[in-house]
């Protein structure tokens, strides 16, 4: 299992913008998938976007064209660029990493986008 730490979250208006980070340690193999994952009040959590060791991407269809993942496979991180948010994208993100078939995720970071 690998150790995961986010930054990035914060307060925003509709419209507006934010940039979500993540680092992974702990792992001497590469990490096959990172990605984002969110969780509303009341709500189950639900997947935002991943990215492959490949460059492969999957994206929630309620973010595509709003929301782009990338990540430095070099340096383990993962990052979430939030642009066009709407009150309904407020959640607590987390970010999360398979290696091995195992799961891991980090503490999360709350996103919350007012009307």
């Known amino acids: 299992q690998v150790q995961l730490v986010e930054s990035g979250g914060g307060l925003v208006q509709t419209g507006g913008s934010l940039r979500l980070s993540c680092a992974a340690s702990?792992?001497?193999?590469?990490?096959?998938?990172m990605g984002w994952y969110r969780q509303a009040p009341g709500k189950q959590r639900e997947l935002v976007a991943t990215?492959?060791?490949?460059?492969?991407?999957n994206y929630a269809d309620s973010v595509k064209g709003r929301f782009t993942i990338s990540r430095d496979n070099g340096k383990n991180t993962v990052s979430l660029q939030m642009n066009s948010l709407k009150p309904g994208d407020t959640a607590v993100y987390y970010c999360?990493?398979?290696?091995?078939?195992?799961?891991?995720w980090g503490q999360g970071t709350q996103v919350t986008v007012s009307s």
């Open positions: 999360n990493a398979v290696l091995l078939g195992i799961n891991s």
């Open positions: 990215l492959t060791l490949g460059g492969s991407t």
């Open positions: 702990g792992s001497r193999f590469s990490i096959n998938t």
